[in-house]
């Protein structure tokens, strides 16, 4: 069961990413940065797969794609707001994150091959702030991407607590860390098919 779940996780991933890359090269209309995005959540799930699959550490790609996810995501809402002030925050707010996160990675290399728990914090509470700046300007905007920012905010918030406290499992049982898996596998499979009702919302006609 639980392999039925991820692998619906990737088949709804790689569906968004098929239609996302047609309406953007074909229909000129999805936003590069999500289709890049997306792209790079394809190969960071496929690469974390076979790393698995080959019984090797897979915790430092978890990392690259938390901080490539906060900076694509990042470029995704910063092309999408029209207020220069906006704009500057985003762009002034991922800078600074990765500034931190280069200094705490030089001084303790360690951090960026297990779950980081300070990292995991900053990024997705980055983005998730991005998101709900997004939904106030929807109030006297168009309402575009309103799924997908529905998404972030509902999937990285609730995936940055089990993330919290996936760290922390390695006190506990194995049936609570395959718990914790199973429901961040949960919420994945809901936060694509979130990104896939935006397509058909927005995209499809």
Do not use: P
């Amino acid at each position: 069961m639980f392999d039925l779940i991820i692998y619906l996780g990737y088949f709804t991933l790689t569906i968004d990413l098929i239609l996302y890359t047609y309406s953007f090269f074909r229909e000129k209309k999805a936003n590069v940065f999500f289709v890049s995005y997306l792209a790079f959540s394809f190969l960071m799930q496929f690469s974390m797969e076979t790393l698995y699959h080959l019984r090797m550490n897979n915790l430092f790609l978890v990392n690259i794609f938390i901080i490539g996810q906060m900076i694509l995501l990042g470029l995704f809402y910063n092309s999408i707001f029209s207020v220069k002030s906006q704009k500057r925050f985003v762009l002034i707010s991922v800078g600074v994150a990765l500034l931190i996160l280069a200094v705490q990675f030089i001084m303790d290399w360690n951090q960026f091959l297990r779950f980081n728990l300070f990292e995991i914090t900053l990024t997705s509470l980055l983005v998730v702030i991005f998101a709900l700046i997004h939904f106030y300007n929807m109030l006297t905007e168009s309402k575009i991407y309103y799924y997908v920012s529905i998404g972030v905010v509902f999937y990285l918030l609730a995936s940055t607590v089990l993330f919290l406290i996936g760290n922390l499992t390695h006190n506990l049982s194995d049936e609570f860390k395959f718990l914790s898996w199973q429901l961040n596998s949960v919420l994945l499979v809901m936060y694509y098919g979130f990104i896939l009702y935006e397509w058909k919302k927005s995209f499809s006609k």
